[in-house]
């Protein structure tokens, strides 16, 4: 019996649809990963490494999955109506080597995360609920991959069509869920960007605080106005707010301390569902308080410099 030949439309529907398949896999499971650090964050981990759930990571995982998902099931929706019209697409060499390699990556994939987990659990460390959600997610999605094209390389999609169909649609109802999901858990875009704005506030605060303290060491009082801290030799500029652009509110509360005011768009501060937040030692060092917990709305904060631990320049020559 003559072998099929590939076309080119064979080769670039199964190119396409491999690369769309683990593209998604890989968002989707890094997606799921990022709702379990938020939910159940890790009490060792977080105590040297900082998670933000507002970084670039999750939104680029959205958007990839709502794009890579359509496009998926697009293309394997024409691969099968393809091989329903013409048989002998069945047979040739690309189908073959794209569903063997699939259940072959799906099954080392399966074993590698039963070896982490077994390799945790004698090492002694303590098996977390988040930890136990990840394995239990890469299992779920592997075994899944692996017996869905274990199907398909026996024919099983071909002779029952109607519940291909519904893997189909199953598939996509389970990317909008966990696409929705993520805005209950991790929040809306506009409940993520005000938080990002705050973030940016918090930032700009921190750096007209160190700005305070350096022109205190420089002249044993404090600047009257934030204007007084401007200096196109160093080229430090002032801060604005990031989305009025107005000037944040600075005043002058005695020889060594001051108030700075901003408005905040929603409560945060130093953590992050309980998780400290990253803040540059060298712009708290020698301020009394140095807390950075604000709730919605106008919030000042009140420092006043320690001259033990932040001398003028003049005493430490």
Same mark, same amino acid.
């Given at each position: ?5 590939i ?8 190119v396409a ?5 683990y593209?998604?896999v890989?968002?989707?499971i ?6 379990i650090?938020?939910v159940?964050?890790n009490?060792i981990?977080n105590?040297?490494y900082y998670?933000? /759930? ?7 995982? !959205? ?7 359509p496009v998926?099931? #697009?293309? !394997?929706?024409?691969i099968r ?10 047979e040739? =060499?690309?189908?073959?080597w794209?569903?063997?390699l699939?259940i072959?990556?799906a099954?080392?994939?399966m074993?590698?995360?039963?070896i982490?987990? #077994? ?5 002694g460390e ?10 239990a997610?890469v299992l779920?999605v592997?075994g899944?991959?692996?017996?869905h094209?274990?199907a398909?390389?026996?024919?099983? =999609?071909?002779?029952? /069509?109607?519940r291909?169909? !519904? ?11 966990? #696409? ?5 858990i #991790?929040g809306?875009?506009q409940e993520i960007?005000a938080k990002?704005q ?5 930032n700009?605060?921190q750096g007209?605080? =160190? ?7 420089q002249?044993?009082?404090i600047?009257?106005a934030?204007?007084?801290l401007?200096?196109?030799l160093?080229g430090y500029m002032?801060?604005?707010?990031p989305?009025?652009?107005e ?6 509360t005695g020889?060594?301390s ?9 409560e945060?501060g ?5 998780? /400290? ?5 060298s ?5 009394t308080?140095?807390? =950075?917990q604000h709730?919605a709305?106008?919030?000042?904060f009140?420092r006043?410099i320690?001259p033990?631990?932040?001398p003028?320049?003049?005493k430490?020559?």
């Amino acid at each position: 019996m003559e072998k099929a030949k590939i076309t080119p439309k064979d080769f670039v529907l199964w190119v396409a649809a491999m690369a769309a398949l683990y593209s998604g896999v890989f968002a989707f499971i890094r997606l799921v990963f990022d709702y379990i650090n938020q939910v159940f964050p890790n009490p060792i981990t977080n105590a040297y490494y900082y998670y933000d /759930p507002y970084g670039g990571g999750v939104s680029y995982e !959205m958007a990839a999955l709502i794009v890579l998902t359509p496009v998926f099931l #697009i293309l !394997m929706r024409t691969i099968r109506k393809d091989i329903k019209r013409d048989h002998s697409r069945r047979e040739v =060499w690309i189908r073959r080597w794209a569903l063997f390699l699939t259940i072959a990556l799906a099954a080392a994939t399966m074993v590698i995360d039963l070896i982490v987990l #077994i390799h945790t659990f004698l090492q002694g460390e303590d098996l977390t609920v988040g930890f136990l959600l990840k394995v239990a997610v890469v299992l779920l999605v592997a075994g899944a991959g692996f017996f869905h094209f274990l199907a398909d390389l026996r024919g099983y =999609w071909e002779k029952e /069509p109607g519940r291909a169909k !519904m893997i189909n649609w199953a598939v996509g109802v389970l990317v909008l869920v966990t #696409i929705v999901a993520g805005f209950f858990i #991790i929040g809306t875009p506009q409940e993520i960007r005000a938080k990002k704005q705050d973030a940016v506030r918090i930032n700009d605060l921190q750096g007209i605080q =160190w700005q305070v303290v350096n022109y205190w060491q420089q002249k044993e009082t404090i600047p009257t106005a934030l204007a007084d801290l401007s200096d196109p030799l160093m080229g430090y500029m002032l801060p604005v707010d990031p989305k009025t652009a107005e000037s944040y509110e600075y005043k002058k509360t005695g020889n060594a301390s001051f108030e700075l005011c901003a408005t905040f768009a929603t409560e945060g501060g130093n953590t992050t569902n309980g998780r /400290p937040m990253p803040v540059d030692p060298s712009m708290g060092k020698g301020i009394t308080p140095d807390s =950075w917990q604000h709730a919605a709305g106008r919030v000042c904060f009140t420092r006043t410099i320690d001259p033990e631990r932040y001398p003028p320049y003049t005493k430490t020559l």
